[in-house]
């Protein structure tokens, strides 16, 4: 039986939710909550490797294989992470999770969202978030704050990630009681309050 909450943060590369994730942290780290803050791909162990294999293999990787080695890696950090630390009570925060394949795998490389959400909920044994924040952002800043050094997935260029922003968007109107849209545009301290409002209402 689960027992903690599970918050997860979803966006675009360079959109700022590993910025926003650390405050939330520090915020309920500070009042005293147990938290667990953790990230897909790799949170540790075998996970570590297959996320090295993810944003720096440079041979071809075909979207069927990649989706693939995110499940195994979502698999693995639920069981073994996720799913234990929710047991403990604690607060799990999660920057990307199940909502980046679909985005990514199924809206951005194309393949068919409802499979996906399939695999995605067998990899999970149906753990679903108690809340998702996905950070929205025009593509050509969050490209810019990215920067040169790109990793495998940075480099697939303007169009696949206005499909992931758009993909999102849609997520977001399929389900409006687990996912919430932030404009990523306003101030850090601004979206800061939004989103410890969303957690305190949970
Ligand atoms: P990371 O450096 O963690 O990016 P960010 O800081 O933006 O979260 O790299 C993870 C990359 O993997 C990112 O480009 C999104 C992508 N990704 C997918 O394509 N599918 C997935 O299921 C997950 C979890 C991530």
Known sequence: ?????????????????????????????????????????????????????????????????????????????????????LQEGKIVLCDRHTDSTVAYQGYGRGLDIERIKMLNSIAVNDLKPDLTIIFDIDIETSLARVGNSKDRMESAGIDFFNRVRNGYLEIARQEPERVKVINSGETIDNIHKQIVELVEKL
Do not use: W
């Open 1 to 85: 039986m689960q027992k903690g909450f599970f918050i997860t943060f979803e966006g675009a590369d360079g959109c700022g939710k590993t910025t926003q994730i650390k405050l939330l942290d520090e915020y309920l780290r500070s009042r005293g909550k147990s938290v667990l803050l953790t990230r897909e791909p790799g949170a540790k162990g075998l996970g570590v490797k297959l996320r090295e294999i993810l944003l720096n293999y440079d041979g071809e990787v075909s979207p069927n294989c990649e989706s693939f080695l995110f499940l195994a890696d979502r698999a693995q950090h639920v069981d073994c992470i996720i799913k234990p630390a």
